[in-house]
C-alpha cells in the first residue's frame, strides 16, 4: 500500500524557513514524479511544486518562485520543499503527492497534510 508521510511544518514568523519533507514507500516510484500542493480553509488545494523523477526538471507556482525549492532524493524516496521568505499568506496545509510521469492524468497518490503556518 502506498504511503507518502508529510513532515516539517509548524509556527514561524513572516520572513523565516521552514523545510518539509516527505517520505514515499509502498511501492516501486521509478518515473514518478513529486508534488507540493497546499489548501487554505474554503479554497481549493493549489499546487505549489512539483518535480520530475530524475530532478532534472521543476515546476513552481508564481507565488512561491525564488523562495521555494523543491528537490528529491531517489535513494531515499523523499521529496524536500525548502520554504524561505515565509509570508502570511504561506499558511496553509501542505500536501505532497505523486504520479507516473509517463501519463497524463491526475495525481494518484497523497499524504495526509502538514500545517504550516505563518505569524506577521
Known amino acids: 500500500q502506498v504511503q507518502l508521510v508529510e513532515s516539517g511544518g509548524g509556527l514561524v514568523q513572516a520572513g523565516g524557513s521552514l523545510r518539509l519533507s516527505c517520505a514515499a514507500s509502498?511501492?516501486?516510484?521509478?518515473?514518478?514524479?513529486m508534488a507540493w500542493f497546499r489548501q487554505v480553509p474554503g479554497k481549493e488545494r493549489a499546487f505549489v511544486a512539483g518535480?520530475?523523477?530524475?530532478?532534472?526538471?521543476?515546476y513552481y507556482a508564481d507565488s512561491v518562485k525564488g523562495r521555494f525549492t523543491i528537490s528529491r532524493d531517489n535513494a531515499k524516496n523523499t521529496v524536500y520543499l525548502q520554504m524561505n521568505s515565509l509570508k502570511p499568506e504561506d499558511t496553509a496545509v501542505y500536501y505532497c503527492?505523486?504520479?507516473?510521469?509517463?501519463?497524463?492524468?491526475?495525481?494518484?497518490?497523497w499524504g495526509q497534510g502538514t500545517q504550516v503556518t505563518v505569524s506577521s
Open positions: 503527492a505523486t504520479k507516473d510521469e509517463r501519463f497524463k492524468g491526475e495525481y494518484d497518490y
Open positions: 509502498g511501492r516501486n516510484f521509478y518515473m514518478y514524479a
Open positions: 518535480i520530475s523523477w530524475s530532478g532534472g526538471s521543476t
